[in-house]
């Protein structure tokens, strides 16, 4: 079962952007110095992975 999943991003805004639209969902935006993370809404459901958006330098 997966747990928890990461989308590589070259720019956070414009993912952000995009998934909100399709999801109809809010992606809460961090930074953490060297990569920043757009968390999905966190599932409470047994069976449903969490994951984010990570934008770091290595994947532009």
Avoid: C, H
């Avoid at 997966?2 to 109809?24: C, G, H």
């Amino acid at each position: 079962m997966i747990a928890w999943y990461e989308i590589p991003v070259a720019d956070m805004t414009r993912a952000q952007k995009f998934y909100k639209s399709i999801l109809n969902v809010s992606i809460a935006v961090n930074n953490f110095g060297e990569f920043e993370m757009g968390l999905f809404p966190d599932k409470q459901i047994l069976g449903q992975a969490n994951g984010a958006l990570v934008q770091q330098n290595q994947y532009t």
